[in-house]
Structures are given as structure tokens and as C-alpha cells.
Nanobody
Framework: QVQLVESGGGLVQAGGSLRLSCKAS????????TGWFRQVPGKEREFVAA????????YYADSVKGRFTISRDNAKNTVYLEMNSLKPEDTAVYYC???????????????????WGQGTQVTVSS
């Protein structure tokens, strides 16, 4: 079992930065591909970024490429999402998800992920 807890969300002005953290419990997390998704009420969940477990390969949605960086620290059982040059359209609840053994990497639909966190709100003001 893997439990995920996101943190680091908040209110920031456009152009600002935030770093989200996804802290995992469970010894198998180091063998999980991890993804970040976001969702706005009334809209479908949107893929943001993913990182593999085997070689730290990364994959990004076009909308965040060049602005967001996903990374992982297996010693801390944590995956990060560094978000720079934030825009009002980045406002959403951000979720991290873990895909055990990364069988679906890079899954952008969310269907391959076995575990999900509870989400953290990011609000970008204009």
C-alpha cells in the first residue's frame, strides 16, 4: 500500500512560483512512476507531469512544459512539482498519483495510477 499526501499549495500572483510536495508512505514508492494531475470544478482532470521510477525520465503536458519541473527524492519518499511563471489558468486542485512499477508510464489519462492523494489547492491571481 502507498499513501500520498500533497502539500505546498496556496495563493500566488501571476508570474510567481510554488513548489508542491507529494510525500509517500510505503516501501514500494521508489518503484512507482508518479504523476501530477490537476482539476478545476466542473472540468475534467488534466495531466500535468510524470516521472518514471527507473531512470527519472520525465514527461510534461504542453501547457506546462518549460515552466514546471517534476523531480523525486526516493530517500525522502517525496516527489516535487516546481511551478514557475504561474498563470491564472494554472489555478486548480493538484493531485499526485502513483503507478506501481510504472507499467503505464507515461500515463496521461490517470487510469494506470494505483494510488492518489487528497489534493492541494493552487490559486494564481491575475
Amino acid at each position: 500500500q502507498v499513501q500520498l499526501v500533497e502539500s505546498g499549495g496556496g495563493l500566488v500572483q501571476a508570474g510567481g512560483s510554488l513548489r508542491l510536495s507529494c510525500k509517500a508512505s510505503g516501501r514500494t514508492f521508489s518503484r512507482c512512476a508518479t504523476g501530477w494531475f490537476r482539476q478545476v470544478p466542473g472540468k475534467e482532470r488534466e495531466f500535468v507531469a510524470a516521472i518514471s521510477w527507473s531512470d527519472d525520465n520525465t514527461y510534461y503536458a504542453d501547457s506546462v512544459k518549460g515552466r514546471f519541473t517534476i523531480s523525486r527524492d526516493n530517500a525522502k519518499n517525496t516527489v516535487y512539482l516546481e511551478m514557475n511563471s504561474l498563470k491564472p489558468e494554472d489555478t486548480a486542485v493538484y493531485y499526485c498519483a502513483a503507478d506501481l512499477y510504472g507499467l503505464g508510464y507515461p500515463d496521461i489519462t490517470g487510469e494506470a495510477y494505483d494510488y492518489w492523494g487528497q489534493g492541494t489547492q493552487v490559486t494564481v491571481s491575475s
